[in-house]
Each structure stands twice: as C-alpha cells, then as structure tokens.
C-alpha cells in the first residue's frame, strides 16, 4: 500500500506561485497513477490534475489549465503541482491521492474508490 505526505502549501498573493509536492512510500510508486484533489471550506473536494504512470499522461481541470501543472519524480517517489497565477478562489486544503488506474482519479463517477489520500495541506491565496 502507498502512503502519502503533501507539503508545500502556505500564504501567497494573488498572482503568486506555489509548488506542492506529494511524498509516497512504498516500493510499488511507479505503477500508481497519481491526482491532487483541492476542497474550500464549505464545499466538496473537487479534482485538480491527474498524472498517468505509464506514459505520463495528464488531465486537468478547466479551471487551473494553463496555470497548474503536475508532474512526477520516480526516484524520488514525489508528485509535484506547480501552481501559477494563483487567484482568491485557488484557497483551499489540496489533498494528493493514488491509484493503480489513471481513470479511478479522472473519471469522477469513479473516484468514490479511491482509498488512498494524504493528510492535505493549506494553500490561501490573498487579494
């Protein structure tokens, strides 16, 4: 089983850049497609961006595309999120998650199975 440490988030401005990164352990990383998932007080958790790990095909959100971008490190067991142009409504706890199938993170009927999900970490954007 992968277990997951995010770190990264913090304050910013508006206009500001953050990196987020998602530590996992677990000798089998390489075959787990990753995602980042972000959830704001008073809402649901909703999907950022999804990374494959065969070919590493990515998916994103219509609302960070072009601002966001994922990316992963297979020797150091790390999936990143650059975060660009951050705005208000970027603020949220963002939360990584891990599975076997790319399309257990992307297709959103499926991912009430997903099962493994870091502890999160506090990103806000200021005005």
């Known amino acids: 089983q992968v277990q997951l440490v995010e770190s990264g988030g913090g304050l910013v401005q508006a206009g500001g850049s953050l990196r987020l990164s998602c530590a996992a352990s677990g000798r089998t990383f390489s075959r787990y497609a990753m995602g980042w998932f972000r959830q704001a007080p008073g809402k649901e958790r909703d999907f950022v961006a999804a990374?494959?790990?065969?070919?590493?095909?990515?998916y994103y959100a219509d609302s960070v595309k072009g601002r966001f971008t994922i990316s992963r490190d297979g020797a150091k067991n790390t999936v990143y999120l650059q975060m660009n142009s951050l705005k208000p409504e970027d603020t949220a706890v963002y939360y990584c998650a891990a599975d076997q199938n790319l399309y257990t993170i992307v297709i959103v009927t499926q991912r009430r199975y997903l099962e493994v999900w870091g502890q999160g970490t506090l990103v806000t954007v200021s005005s």
């Open positions: 990374i494959g790990w065969s070919d590493g095909t990515t």
